[in-house]
């Protein structure tokens, strides 16, 4: 009974360490993945109000970009979100294409 209070009493000193030392790891990852913007979390509007990713967006997704929903409902959602009424401008390739050089920028605040 001693021996098992014991291992009880190590693996709970051990968890303990072990999210210690992996929570500030993850949450240094969301961190940098949050320095970019998303193509699957950051709403339409911020990209458009940062100049940066507004010419990225009118240079790769001209079409999507020069439609008036796009600059106006479209602010509040995602261009994941907005695939579904562009498909063909917002493939899961073209996303993947977009995704890369918004990574290549730091989002703003």
Do not use: C, W
Request: aromatic fraction near 4%; glycine fraction near 2%; proline fraction near 5%.
């Amino acid at each position: 009974m001693r021996n098992s209070f014991r291992s009880l009493i190590v693996a709970a000193l051990t968890a303990g360490a072990l999210q210690t030392a992996i929570v500030p790891a993850l949450a240094a990852e969301a961190a940098a993945a949050a320095a970019h913007y998303s193509v699957s979390s950051t709403l339409v509007g911020k990209m458009l109000d940062d100049p940066a990713a507004n010419a990225l967006l009118k240079k790769m997704i001209p079409t999507v970009y020069a439609n008036e929903m796009f600059q106006a409902a479209g602010r509040e959602l995602t261009l994941k979100a907005i695939q579904q009424y562009e498909p063909d401008a917002l493939s899961d390739e073209n996303l993947a294409k977009l995704q890369a050089e918004l990574d290549k920028i730091p989002a703003k605040s």
